[in-house]
């Protein structure tokens, strides 16, 4: 079983874009499969002087930077775009990077950002049946002539190019409620689930997805399992607080050797996760992805 490795950057944390770019790069250099952004406008309300970047604009910027380095989001939120308006920005953004886009989706979750912006937040079960009519249309615009679905919260009549570069943009879905798995099981290319969940919880909700699988004639190993991990390296020890610190306090680190990394990373890899998404301490990015790759990897 192959196993990559994904970057994840949180930019409400505060992050500048050449910050960004830093981690790209290192992570296109040492081997990294993907860099991934969250999607949210703040950390919080009281931030008023913390950056925040949106997401495909970061994610369009980061393609004409690199060459190999896969780019997605964990996850983007369906509520924030207009469905056929999201498909068409990783559509565009696939032409962009070459065919290097993973098209990461999620329910939404966070309210202060929903009131920030006048975004209607409606109860847990209408948001994921709005992300799977969102992924339905997606899926239309990416392949079909004139895209035309007619959902229970969204819908769509109309032209839509471009295609994607290689047809199809991989369709991560991240959670692991019950309700949000039945949608990743008819939909999904990768399934996430994050942070750090416990290798006992993981394996009993994986056992929730292989049943879904089952109800929708879905084969279980077509999806890959992904596992979101904060993990801190020694040797790559945090010397600056995130903006946003300043806001919360400092985050406490427990920095593992490679050998106790690796056996964690194993855990996940014993259930057959082969795709690990890492968040890393704030500034020290390009050398926990050097270490990651030079010293834990190779263990794993």
Known sequence: MKIDYGVQIEPQFGYTYEHIKEAALAAEKHGFESLWTSDHFLIRPEA???????????????ATETKTLKLGNMVASQSYRNPALHANIAASLDHISGGRVYFGIG???KEVEYNAYDIPFPKPMTRINQMEDAIEIAKRMWSEPVANYEGKHYRVNTVSMPKPVKKHIPILIGGMGSQLLKVTAKHADVSNFAWNTPVDTYQKRLKVLKKHCKRFGRDYDDIRKSAGLHLALEGAEATEQAPYEKYSGPRTWNYNTPEEAAEFIKGYVDLGVDHFVIVFPYGKESESIKILMDEVAPLV
């Open 48 to 62: 008023v002087d913390v950056n925040c970047l949106e997401c495909w604009t970061t994610l369009s910027a980061l």
């Open 107 to 109: 329910a939404g979750w």
